[in-house]
């Protein structure tokens, strides 16, 4: 059964930090570039970051841009997400997903495997 997990969410004060992880089972996720995306009560999914198959490539969208950083461990099936810096923006149920990407992109229709998510809490 094909499955991604996340896991690490919480409650955190602004200005914290935390490290999500996405795991997947019944299939590799080396083959898979891997973004992680989020949505907000009332508000639409964003991409948040992304990753490339390898590694080698990331993009992070601009609101997260020098705060979260995207990883990969392949012999591990898992990707994380580290976010430091937190604000209370960037509270929302985090997901992480799956797709066989040409491109690294927060296109969410690009991404054909989804988790169930994690929720972040970030409090002022």
């Known amino acids: 059964q094909v499955q991604l997990v996340e896991s690490g969410g919480g409650l955190v004060q602004s200005g914290g930090s935390l490290r999500l992880s996405c795991a997947a089972s019944g299939f590799s996720l080396e083959y898979y570039a891997i973004g992680w995306f989020r949505q907000a009560p009332g508000k639409e999914r964003e991409g948040v970051s992304c990753i490339s198959k390898s590694g080698g490539s990331t993009y992070d969208a601009d609101s997260v841009k020098g705060r979260f950083t995207i990883s990969r461990d392949n012999a591990k099936n898992t990707v994380y997400l580290q976010m430091n810096n937190l604000k209370p923006e960037d509270t929302a149920v985090y997901y992480c997903?799956?797709?066989?990407?040409?491109?690294?992109?927060?296109?969410?229709?690009?991404?054909?495997?989804w988790g169930q998510g994690t929720q972040v809490t970030v409090s002022s």
């Open positions: 997903a799956a797709g066989v990407v040409v491109t690294t992109t927060l296109s969410p229709y690009e991404y054909s495997y």
